[in-house]
């Protein structure tokens, strides 16, 4: 008889099913002959809506791809006859795209990359078609999407790193080069202002990975940091440098308020905008914030939702709105390095086993999680 492991479904809570969080019992994968099984050790805790729908939810919401429910349930032998055990309402079977964990075994005809072996401490970048981590062990087709983890930086933090740290990563890229142009380029400006929007964990990310970044330009002390918060937790976390400016979305005030309160924070309207908000409202006060020519930085995912509400708009304003995708394994590779080095310290996280992913859920939707939850599938101590 085949040997069997946990694999566990974080569906979308609804009030219709009050239970979101399902586990099964499903035959331990074989190891691929080009590729390797991963003993799972953490995840990031989230759960995603249908792609069509809503963005993940988690304590960073991080962004990430589904693949076809019908397959996966086939390939299970599950039959769709009981959606509410499967997560087909408007989850995805068996999610989880934050993993970090160790090399369980390889394939005997798999070429091996960057030094891995059984083992190998790594975490997985989230490729088109990642195998779904909420498992003991899941398996991959070949290395090329595994970066090795260093053994000063905890698994705990790497499993942060595949979503949105990488993603605000890219982002923060994106505005390097955009500074370059208003700082060295033909039209130049004396100093560009870069506004924040957010409070959760990408932002976070976003704030002290731009920080290390920046202090390397050959300009940085004409760059300055804003940070627009929604929370009061945002504005304590935010203030964590002196040098960057807080200023609180507080949603009963008016919308010219708002803007007007951005403007002063910040010295003037703003050059470039990262905003990690999912929202029509959000996106359209930061437009507003923005100086002629300035630019709005926005996933890939609320890029496709609301740039065709908001193109003409942005074009009439003489403003931009630019599309940021998930960052490249190269740059995973060194957020890793970085992390490990404490050169760039990473946001708070809390730990829970998996067991609890039930509790976890509540607890995210209810906002009483501080940082991002992470599940424990296995104890390698």
């Known amino acids: 008889m085949s040997k069997l492991c946990r694999q566990v ?19 331990m994968p074989d190891v691929p002959m080009y590729g390797a099984r991963i003993r799972v050790v953490y995840a990031g805790a989230c759960y995603r809506a249908n792609r069509n729908r809503s963005a993940s939810v988690c304590s960073t919401s991080s962004v990430s791809s589904i693949g076809s429910l019908t397959a996966d349930m086939e390939g299970f032998g599950i039959h769709t006859s009981t959606p509410a055990h499967v997560g087909l309402r408007d989850g995805a079977l068996f999610p989880g795209y934050e993993v970090a964990g160790i090399v369980d075994a390889i394939g005997k005809a798999a070429e091996c990359t960057d030094g891995i072996t ?15 981590g909420y498992a003991d ?7 090329k999407c595994l970066v090795p983890v260093p053994d000063e930086l905890p698994l705990s933090i790497a499993a942060m790193l595949p979503t949105g740290a990488l993603l605000a990563t890219n982002t923060v890229y994106t ?18 202002t870069v506004l924040i929007v957010g409070t959760g964990g990408l932002a976070l990310w976003a704030l002290r990975i731009a920080s290390h970044y920046f202090q390397q330009l050959p300009y940085h002390s004409r760059i300055r940091i804003s940070v627009a918060t929604l929370t009061d937790e945002g504005i304590v976390l935010a203030k964590e440098d002196e040098e960057i400016k807080v200023v609180q979305w507080t949603e009963d ?58 193109a003409k ?16 394994i190269e740059q995973l590779k060194e ?34 999680i501080k940082g991002r939850a992470i599940l424990k599938f296995h104890n390698i101590d």
């Open 9 to 27: 479904s974080i569906e979308t809570p609804g009030s219709a099913l009050k239970e979101c969080v399902f586990s099964f019992d499903v035959p």
């Open 118 to 132: 059984v083992g190998t401490r790594i975490v997985l970048y989230p490729y088109e078609g990642v195998p779904h």
């Open 137 to 143: 062990y899941i398996v991959v087709p070949d290395f």
């Open 175 to 192: 505005v390097r080069e955009c500074l370059n142009k208003i700082l060295d380029g033909p039209n130049k400006k004396d100093k560009a």
């Open 253 to 310: 005030l008016y919308e010219k308020q708002l803007i007007e309160r951005t403007v002063d924070a910040c010295g003037g309207l703003v050059d470039i905008v990262l905003n990690f908000g999912t929202t029509s409202r959000s996106l359209h006060r930061s437009l507003q914030c923005l100086a002629p020519g300035g630019m709005a930085l926005v996933t890939e995912e609320v890029g496709e939702k609301l740039l065709p509400k908001f």
């Open 313 to 328: 708009k942005a074009e009439d304003m003489n403003v931009n709105i630019v599309i940021v995708p998930n960052g490249s």
């Open 335 to 368: 957020l890793v390095q970085l992390v490990a080095k404490g050169e760039i310290e990473p946001p708070p996280h809390s730990v829970y086993p998996a067991e609890e992913a039930q509790e976890v859920v509540r607890k995210l939707c209810n906002s009483e």
